[in-house]
Every structure is written in C-alpha cells, then in structure tokens.
DNA sequence: GCAGCAAACTATAACGTTATAGTTCCCACC
DNA sequence: GGTGGGAACTATAACGTTATAGTTTGCTGC
C-alpha cells in the first residue's frame, strides 16, 4: 500500500512569477485587523473572536467591533488567515480543457455554488497537457486552496499527489473510474446510459455498423465510453468500431475523412462523438468527401450545446445538465469542507433526436 | 478631483468562506524555506537570496540551495509572500458573464500568456451584476492579485476603487471609453469599424430600416456600438434603430418577436445584433413569426463563433480574434508588471458573410 | 600590520491573522 | 472574608516569507 505516486519531484516548479516587478511601486497601507481592534477599542485578539463569531467575548463588544469593521471598510487579507490557518477560503476547479463549450456551463454552476457559501474559485485549464496538470496542480497547493474539484487526465498521480500534500477534500469530475484507491466524491455523467441511449438510438434506425470517435485512451472519461460501447455488442446486434482522435477540431477532421473515405461496403454509417464540439469535425469530413451528415452517413453528438439545434442539418445530441453537474460538484465539495463525507453523483442525459441522424441508405 | 467613489462600504462583505471547516483536521506540514536552508546548511535568508537570483550570496551557495529545494520538492507558499511582499503572482480577470462563448476563447488567450509568464490567474465572472462585480473586486483586493484585467459594467467605481485601495496595474477589456481619469491599459475590439463595417454590407445589399440590438445602456462596450451606428447615418442612407434588450435569449426573443411583428412597412429588414448568441435570438423569434432568416429577414451577427457557419441559415457576421484579444490584455498587464506604461491596443474585425444576410424583400 | 572596505553571510523584524496561554475582574460559595 | 472558578479580555507566539540591519571574513593598500 502507499504505492503509486513517484512523481512529486516533476513538480518543484515554482509558481510565483518571475517579472521584475518594479521595487518602488508604492504599496498602499491596508486597513488590518489591529486597525478594527483600536477603533473598536480592544485587543486584536477580542476583535479576532467577535468577527469570527466566536465566543470569549460580550455582546457589546461583539457589536462595536462589527461596526467598527464596516465602518473601515475591512476585509480580511486572505495572505494572512491562510497564513495561519492553512485555508484560503477558495477551491480549486482544474479542468482537462477551456475551449470545449461543455465545461463552460459546468464552470457556471460550480461558480454560483461555491459564490453562494462564500468560498472563491481558481480556474485551471490542464488542456490536455498531463505536465501542465501537474504544473497547475502545483500552484493550487502553493495557493493553499480548501478543495480541489479535478476533471483529471492521465493517471490519478495528480489525485495522490493532492492528497498526500494537503489531506484535503477531492472531488472529481467526470472520471468515475479514477483512482479508486482515494476517497474522492465523484460527480460525473452517466456515460454509459447515454453511450447505450445512442447506440439504441442509431440501432433502431436500422444502422448495424457503428463508431464511436473518442480521444487517446489516457482521457480515462472517454476509457470508460469505449468500455461501455464495445459491451453493448453483446446486447444489442451491431458491428461496432471505435476511432481514435485527438480532441482538436482540425486533427479529427483528417482521421474521420480518412474513415468516410472508406467504400460504403465498410464505413460506419452511424458515428457516435463524445461531444457536439468533435460532432462538427464530422460535418465537415463528409462535406470534404462528399458525403451528406443525415442522409449519407447519421451522426450523435454528445452534450446538446445550445447552437447545435441551429446546425445543418440540426443535430442529433445527448442533452447533459452541465450547470447541474458543477453545482453538484461544489456541493460534495461543500459538504466536505463542512466535515460530511465523500459522496457520489451520477448525472442522467437525455437523447434529443434531430436531423442528423436517420435510417442508413439502402 | 478625488471624488466619484463613494461605494466603498457596500464592499465590506468578508470574501471568506463561512463554513464550519473541521478543526480537528490533520494539517500537514509543509516543507519551508528554513527546511531548503537546513538541508542546504545556510541561513534562511540566504536560501532567500539564492532562489530569488538575488545579489550577496555566493554561486556555490547558490547552487547548494537551488538543489536543496528541488530534492525536497519546494514550492514557496503563495501566503508568506503575499504577506510578507503585497504580491501573490497571480493576476485577476473580471469579466462581464461566462455564459456568453466569446469570453471563453478571451480567457483562453489570457490564461496561456500569463500561464506562460509564470503568472496565475484568478476568474471571476459579474455575471451583468453590479453588485457582484463590487463583490468580486473584494475578493481579488483581499487575495491581493497583482493586477487586474476588467471587463466593467456599470460606472467606474470598480477601477477607481481597485486603483485606491491597490495603486496596482489595471487593464480595461473591450471598454475604451470607460472611467477616462484612470490611467489604464485599454484592449478592445475596434467597434466602430464593426458597426461600419455591418451597416455598410446591409446598406450594400440595399436595406433601408436597420435596427442594432444592444443591451439596455449601462454596458459601455454597447453604449459604444449605439453611438457609432446611430453617427452612420450622417454618411450612409438608412434608417437607424436600436433595440434595447437584455442578454439573456429568452428576453431577447420576447423583445425581438414584438418588433418583427410589425408591418413590413416599419420593421427592419435588416438587423444587427453585438453577439452570435443573440442573433440566435432572432432566429427563434423570426420562425416565431413566420419569417425567414436570409429572406425576409437579413441578420448579422458579432464574434463568429465556432458553430456560427454551421447554423441554417448560416450566420453572417463579424469576426474578432477572441483569443487574440485574451492575450493582448495579458501582456498589457505583464509589460505594466514589469514597469512600462500603459498601451492601448485596438483589434481589428472582419465580416464573413454566409446566408442570412442578403437583400431586403421587395 | 593595521585601517578600511567590500563580499558573503546571519539575525531580526515585519507583513496580518488566529490559537493558546495568561491576566484581570466579578461573583458565588463555603 | 478568603477561595475557587468562570467569564471577558489581553499578551504572545507562530504560520513562511523577504528586506534591512548587523556581523564575520578575507583582501587591498598604505
């Protein structure tokens, strides 16, 4: 036991700035604690207790130290409590990438939920980069941020790696299957009940040669997608195939025109993505060999962003409460932060049919 | 001079977080600069000056230090500096709303030019809300980010209070004519080119009645965009009208279905809308009232989105280098970090024109 | 050989906060 | 009336860092 996680000193990059910023700039006096204290006409510890509502201290007291703050305009210099207390009042949301519109909305609702409880966010983007996880992964630490909500890639050496440093709370997003040796809350879609919906979807539109295009098999959320497709074989009659891509809009559309390239005898007829962003690369694959996406060749997307029902033809997509999804993810963290438990969420999806999907051509 | 913000007190909201966080819990020990110096065999301070490249240390002591600090794995705590120097190597964005994808491929540019400069990057969304704009402003105040990129609403009490209370670098993100007095670096789209630009290829197409929805007057970014289309009409022969409507589409359709509804003798024919979401907008109120896009009614969009060439019809509109713009703030930012004045940057824009804008019904 | 001095290093204080240990004061109790 | 004890408050130390002041060392120049 204890094994797993050697990879600590990969990560001993400091993450201050390295700017010359300049010595002179004047550093303006800030309105501290001691200032309420005097103000209020007490020690700085009795203004500590009385704006921390904690006890040791009377109601007078309380009250003339409260005023005494607002009256200043005091803010507590967050350096300072995490300083000392090792909280900074903040969390940590380190996704595995900022320009696919999905996490956008997850952001949303992770935001809200956490602005509701008083606690600030840090946003971090790995982009698909497993030394940028890392890098990033550093930071939070350094920044000393309460929790961590992580869409990890790669291995769980990130999910360690913040446990043994921090022993703070972890949730992950979308990685149901990650590091099952940490106790994690875990929040994610219900991947296989959508991939299922979708194959049931193209299946019973007649299609019997399907794929599935999914990103290198270190993303483990779209592991557990290809896991579930290549099942499903054993229920349902259909000849499945998966096609490997980078996430990238340019890169998949090479490896799926390539694929549609292929004689009518052999190509899928029915693509499955795992997301509306990688949906599009297909449009334009079959437009690039002359094929036709709901005619030709079916295609479901995956996430329902809100233009995909404007494309043309309107796309066929599995809807995914993505604001639901990081506010469920704030709140297991939430509910750590408050002492609970771990917790799991799994996040139901919905088939929404459009155009783009329709019976194979004869 | 000196007067003009006065809001100060609505900011004394605590910007950490109220949750009963466990007392008991374990807290791991971290791994100091005074540790670095054990292992290293010097003063604390001299582990200082050797991992900061600072002058009084020798270069054998130097390199002692600097291997000291990556054997143990040592990251400086983001705490002790910013407590000890003011600066937490990290910057803010402020923005305006994180639902609207613009922003996302700004944040994009942003983040990986800071990320690059060793910079942090805290994100904080307004969500169109003064008061949580205020809110957010304390938050980075308290984190003390180094500097701040801004895309405002409202007044200009969020700068002029950030510039009391910090005296630190700002830059104002698609704002150019916000809070003059302040001495700030100014990034933005160039929008009266973009106006001109979608008023001259409706105007070419030959509309006469063309209305530009903009959001109600607060927002500069549009009360910017309303001047110059309303200043148009001296040099081009149209009728000008402005629709004001909120941001959200579900408005923006309620308001927009009314003005469709009117006579073909008084509606526009052509519309101008300052975001692709929008123009969504009237694509959904214009089947509301039985109108064709790209036939009755000619709409061009702002910001080309990915998906935008992809909607049926396909969108006309106005390209900008989001990620472009993202990354001219952040290096605004980091040359004024580095002690250079304040730039201003102007980014230019490009209509792409696609089906739905073409000439007006006769 | 000693004053003078720079280079290399160390000791210390301070940033703002909170937890702990200590102090004062008042009141109840024997 | 002294004592025990709790409530209300204060003093102090510590978190990790860096800037300043102070100390030691070695060397140059007369």
């Known amino acids: 036991m204890g094994k797993g996680h050697d990879s600590m000193l990969t990560a001993a990059i400091a993450p201050t700035a390295s700017y010359e910023w300049m010595m002179t700039m004047e550093r303006r006096r800030r309105v501290s604690l001691s200032d309420v204290a005097r103000a209020a006409g007490v020690s700085t510890s009795a203004a500590s207790f009385a704006l921390n509502s904690r006890p040791g201290v009377s109601d007078t007291v309380r009250e003339r130290v409260k005023e005494a703050a607002v009256q200043l305009g005091y803010v507590p210099w967050v350096s300072g409590v995490a300083l000392r207390t090792g909280r900074s009042g903040a969390v940590g949301l380190l996704i595995r990438n900022l320009r696919n519109p999905f996490f956008l909305d997850v952001i949303n609702g992770f935001d809200a939920t956490c602005a509701e409880a008083g606690l600030g966010v840090v946003i971090g983007s790995a982009d698909y980069t497993p030394s940028r996880e890392s890098e990033l992964l550093s930071t939070f630490i350094a920044r000393e941020v309460d929790g961590l909500a992580l869409a990890p890639i790669g291995g769980g050496s990130a999910a360690s790696r913040w446990h043994d440093a921090t022993a703070k709370p972890i949730v992950f997003i979308n990685a149901a299957q990650h590091a099952p040796d940490i106790d994690a809350s875990r929040v994610h879609v219900d991947s296989e009940g959508a991939v299922r919906q979708a194959v049931k979807h193209l299946v019973g539109l007649g299609h019997s040669r399907i794929a599935l295009v999914a990103a290198p098999k270190e993303h483990s959320a779209d592991n557990e997608r290809t896991g579930c497709f290549l099942a499903l074989q054993g229920e349902l009659a259909f000849e ?97 932060l408050g002492g609970a438990g771990t917790s799991t969420v799994v996040v139901p999806t919905t088939l929404i049919a459009r155009q783009s999907s329709c019976p194979p051509p004869t």
């Open 240 to 336: 499945a195939r998966t096609i490997s891509s980078e996430m990238r809009h340019d890169r998949a559309v090479e490896v799926l025109t390539n694929v549609l390239e292929e004689s009518s005898e052999t190509r899928p007829t029915g693509i499955i993505t795992s997301s509306d962003y990688l949906a599009t690369a297909v449009y334009s694959a079959a437009s690039d060999v002359g094929l036709r996406v709901g005619v030709d060749v079916s295609v479901v997307g995956h996430d329902d962003l809100a233009t995909s029902r404007f494309l043309s033809p309107s796309l066929t997509s599995i809807a995914v409460d993505r604001y639901g999804l990081g506010v469920a993810a704030a709140r297991a963290l939430i509910h750590q």
